[in-house]
């Protein structure tokens, strides 16, 4: 799987949209981006995944590089509630394997 | 949506005896499993792939008779520390890839707390 890097920790106000860039710069083109969020104590939780188009559901939108080598994951109302550390994975789908880097931790402050 | 089940949530064991995890999806089949500890403030390392009818396969430096698995059915898989230490001491999620109806999306359980006393 594809390393990623991803800041280690960002602040975004309430009410803001939050904007999470990962560099994945060696992706194979069978190599999907994922990216999960972990509440503390809690399991990881799906937030949205995608290979190449930009795609959006009703947690987030995931902008991904015409040359696939970065994307950003956006909250665009963030909440408190939005506080968590956020994982950007690269990995094939058909396997299910994901390796977790450090993440990125945010903060939504009031 | 898809849901995976992890029991029990929390569970405190004596040193020396060994403990059961359980991880279900609720309402797929999962012919493959991930099993991955976590330390606080750390983050999860991948344990095992856990494989329906067949044996799992162990990541590099994790000892398979201590962490043994098995995934007797397609909607189960569990994970038993033999011989506990107070090191295994940590948190233990699992994960499944849903098919076909899920979009291959993966989706964890709400992990499982084991502290060995």
């Known amino acids: 799987d594809a390393k990623t890097t991803q800041p280690p920790s960002m602040d975004c106000a309430e009410g803001r949209a939050a904007n999470l860039p990962c560099n994945h710069s060696?992706?194979?083109?069978?190599?999907?981006v994922y990216w999960y969020r972990q509440i503390h104590s809690q399991g990881p939780q799906y937030i949205i995944h995608?290979?190449?188009n930009n795609e959006t559901n009703e947690m987030a939108s995931l902008i991904i590089t015409e040359d696939r080598k970065s994307s950003t994951l956006i909250l665009p109302h963030a909440t408190l509630r939005d506080t968590a550390v956020y994982y950007c994975i690269a990995s094939s789908s058909n396997t299910g394997k994901l390796i977790f880097g450090q993440g990125t931790t945010l903060q939504v402050k009031p | 949506g898809a849901v995976v089940s992890q029991h029990p949530s929390r569970v405190i064991c004596k040193s020396g005896t060994s403990v059961k995890i359980e991880c279900r999806s609720l309402d797929f089949q999962a012919t493959t499993m991930f099993w991955y500890r976590q330390f606080p403030k750390k983050s999860l390392m991948l344990m095992a792939t856990s494989n329906e009818g067949s044996k799992a396969t162990y990541e590099q430096g994790v000892e398979k008779d201590k962490f043994l698995i098995n995934h007797a059915s397609l909607t189960l898989s569990t994970l038993t520390v033999t011989s506990a230490h107070p090191e295994d001491s940590s948190f233990y999620i699992c994960s499944a890839l849903g098919q076909p109806l899920s979009g291959n999306t993966i989706y964890f359980g709400e992990g499982s707390w084991l502290t060995v006393v």
């Open positions: 060696t992706i194979s083109g069978n190599e999907y």
């Open positions: 995608g290979l190449k």
